[in-house]
């Protein structure tokens, strides 16, 4: 069982940059592909970025291009999603997670931490 425990979140104004953290609870994180979700109110959970055990990147959601940028220190056990020119669309409840291969579905998940993003 890995814990996944976020941290990093709040609130920030437009134009502004936030660096999430997600770390897990046992060194064999490191053999895990991992992803950083969100979800606002009203909408479905979306996949922003996910980064495998050797370090191949995907941003699945266009919105985040080219200003979301997602990494791993496995020295540490913790996954990183840097948020920079953020948006009030970008307002949300962020999630990692974590999944044995890119086949499987996302197994663990962290608590949440919230992103506001004012106008």
């Known amino acids: 069982q890995v814990r996944l425990v976020e941290s990093g979140g709040g609130l920030v104004q437009a134009g502004g940059s936030l660096r999430l953290s997600c770390a897990a609870s046992?060194?064999?994180?490191?053999?895990?592909?991992m992803g950083w979700f969100r979800q606002a109110p009203g909408k479905e959970r979306e996949l922003v970025a996910a980064i495998t055990w050797n370090g191949g990147i995907t941003y699945p959601a266009d919105s985040v291009k080219g200003r979301f940028t997602i990494s791993r220190d496995n020295a540490k056990n913790t996954v990183y999603l840097q948020m920079n020119s953020l948006k009030p669309e970008d307002t949300a409840v962020y999630y990692c997670a974590a999944r044995d291969s890119v086949f499987a579905p996302y197994k663990y998940w962290g608590q949440g931490t919230q992103v506001t993003v004012s106008s």
């Open positions: 046992e060194r064999t994180s490191i053999r895990y592909n």
